[in-house]
């Protein structure tokens, strides 16, 4: 007997109600649990905090706090929760900004009613979703970062944290860019142990979000072995 699977949580924070509602209402039909919604950034952080949802469908340009402050305070308190900016602008310094602050993937509003459906999926499980030009523009930018000098903690330093051969294994799979679902399925492992090892390495480096985790794999060539 297939065990029936809890429908992905989703929260949609708008400053347009006639948007929010309608992205709202598309995600319902679809299955989603639609679990809360804002049209604003306070708004947005209070209630997200209050309603756990899996995924946070997030426009960048709020009132009272912008979207990228939004998601740097959500990710920072639950660094479990995926973030999908669905945004007007396709300025890549904005597209940068989101990532770095934590975002897992950014589609732009010209897109379907269907991509946005997907793109929810593929975030739950993991997966950077970008509209199509802007994931190269994101990899570079990983790549730029990675070639520039950074603070961090020297594997062989002494007390520097360790990690496991498993944890490694899961770190170098992630530089590469594939999902918490590949991964899996190239380990033969379940995608919550995948989610458990990318945790205990995050804060074993004391890293908060993916994008860090990536930059921090790219800087030591994991991507490259």
């Known amino acids: 007997m297939t065990q029936q699977q809890d429908p992905i949580r989703v929260m949609v924070v708008d400053d347009h109600p006639m948007w929010r509602d309608a992205v709202a209402r598309d995600l319902a039909e679809s299955g989603f649990e639609v679990v809360a919604t804002a049209g604003d950034g306070e708004q947005a952080v209070r209630r997200a905090k209050a309603a756990v949802p899996d995924v946070l469908v997030l426009d960048l340009n709020l009132p009272a706090k912008p979207g990228v402050q939004v998601c740097k ?47 929810v999926r593929r975030t739950a499980v993991g997966d950077p979703v970008f509209t199509p030009g802007l994931a190269g523009l994101v990899l570079g930018e990983y790549r730029r970062l990675a070639a520039e000098p950074a603070p961090a903690p020297d594997a062989d330093e002494p007390g520097a944290p360790r990690l496991t051969d498993r944890e490694t294994e899961v770190l170098r799979l992630v530089a590469k860019g594939l999902s ?19 945790q205990n390495t995050l804060g074993k480096l004391q890293l908060h979000n993916r994008v860090e985790l990536v930059r921090y794999a790219i800087e030591r060539g994991l991507d490259d072995e």
Not at 73 to 95: F, I, K, Q, T, Y
Request: proline share 2%; charged share 20%.
């Open 73 to 119: 305070e959500l990710v920072g308190h639950n660094p479990a929760l995926r973030v999908l900016v669905l945004s007007a602008s396709g300025e890549h310094a904005d597209v940068l900004e989101a990532v770095k602050s934590g975002a897992t993937g950014y589609l732009l509003k010209s897109a379907s009613t269907e991509e946005l459906l997907d793109a």
């Open 180 to 198: 918490y679902k590949q991964i899996a399925e190239r380990l033969v492992i379940s995608h919550r142990t995948v989610q458990n090892h990318v």
